[in-house]
């Protein structure tokens, strides 16, 4: 069997998972491995053949997705151009991480394309939802990517067709501690007005922020900010006494794996943040709308009760393949 692995770029979230689908995905045929989106630096096992421009998403200054500039700025002649290169017709399945190309490429080419992303899960009934989000937005991701079945990643198992996060090696090796520092990744905030709110803060903790506008390490107010490091970033996650972070999936699923308290924080009309908070909210996540002084006393009870949603998820990694393998078989 001839496998064709698509990855979308993106952020980290999608090709950290990769890192444990793709050996699995190797003893089960052929694979080679597409991504698409923006330049990143994230290391794979296995080098992708191809990386296309694909789909670019434009995002306002406070990192929601703005989808104006999305729909009218992309270069859609590039995409068609890219969708009828792309030799999907060259493997009998393409799994795909929120890929648009092979998605695209597959279903004008009618071979069988199974969805496999985080993303899926907001489509799925019976899923904790917000108040308020955009069905129009929910739909037009769900049109991001075609595909004859999918499978959603999510913190619980609210429906069958939901696997468990993937937790990636290099977390599930950390040796937990606690210290008395909290950490903070809010990527959309400057550190000065992280640090003006915390000055404020009548606890007395050690605050960490990792921000991607640090090109040096510095300490202002006695906050330490530092720039973006995995290593020392894996190194305070696992010793913090908690984390205040954005909606992503990938950290939010890793501090409930291990066990640390989290202030969550998503971004402003992102829709997948506010997804991901309406179910954290439900297992008593503490969750707020923006780092501000409206909640600061919000803030200041969770240090003194921080709530903790501790779930040791296990390697879904060789079932999700196995069960993608079947289902393949029997698609007709």
């Not at 270069?75 to 792309?86: G, H």
């Not at 090109?215 to 984390?243: H, M, T, W």
């Not at 009309?269 to 506010?274: D, F, T, V």
């Amino acid at each position: 069997m001839k496998i064709l692995y698509a990855i979308q770029t993106t952020g980290n979230g999608h090709l950290a998972r990769a890192q444990s689908i793709i050996p699995k995905l190797r003893e089960k045929g052929d694979l080679d491995i597409i991504t698409s989106g923006p330049k990143n630096d994230f290391l794979l096992e296995v080098k992708p053949v191809k990386h296309y421009q694909g789909l670019t998403f434009f995002y306002t200054d406070t990192g929601a997705v703005n989808w104006l500039k999305t729909i009218f700025l992309n270069n859609y002649l590039r995409f068609i151009s890219e969708v009828i290169s792309c030799p999907v017709k060259k493997y009998d399945l393409i799994i795909n991480d929120f890929e648009p190309v092979s998605a695209w490429a597959s279903k004008f080419k009618k071979v069988k394309c199974f969805e496999l992303t985080n993303q899926y899960s907001m489509t799925l009934k019976n899923i904790p939802k917000p108040k308020n989000y955009s069905k129009l937005v929910l739909h037009a991701i769900s049109y991001i990517i075609p595909s004859n079945l999918g499978y959603g990643y999510h913190y619980k198992k609210y429906t069958e067709r939901i696997f468990f996060p993937i937790i990636r090696d290099k977390i599930r090796k950390l040796e937990i501690t606690e210290s008395q520092e909290i950490i903070i990744y809010l990527p959309t905030y400057s550190p000065l007005k992280l640090i003006e709110l915390i000055k404020k803060i009548p606890q007395k903790k050690n605050w960490t922020i990792f921000s991607p506008d640090a090109k040096l390490r510095q300490n202002i107010s006695g906050v330490n900010i530092e720039p973006l490091s995995e290593d020392l970033f894996l190194k305070k996650f696992a010793s913090c006494y908690g984390i205040v972070c954005a909606g992503g999936f990938a950290t939010t699923s890793e501090a409930i794996f291990l066990g640390k308290p989290m202030i969550v924080v998503p971004v402003e009309a992102q829709i997948e943040q506010q997804f991901n908070a309406a179910a954290l909210k439900k297992e008593g996540v503490t969750v707020i709308d923006r780092f501000s002084n409206e909640n600061l006393d919000t803030i200041s009870n969770w240090i003194d009760s921080p709530s903790i949603l501790k779930i040791e998820y296990k390697d879904e990694s060789k079932e999700i393949v196995d069960i993608l393998i079947n289902d393949y078989s029997n698609l007709k």
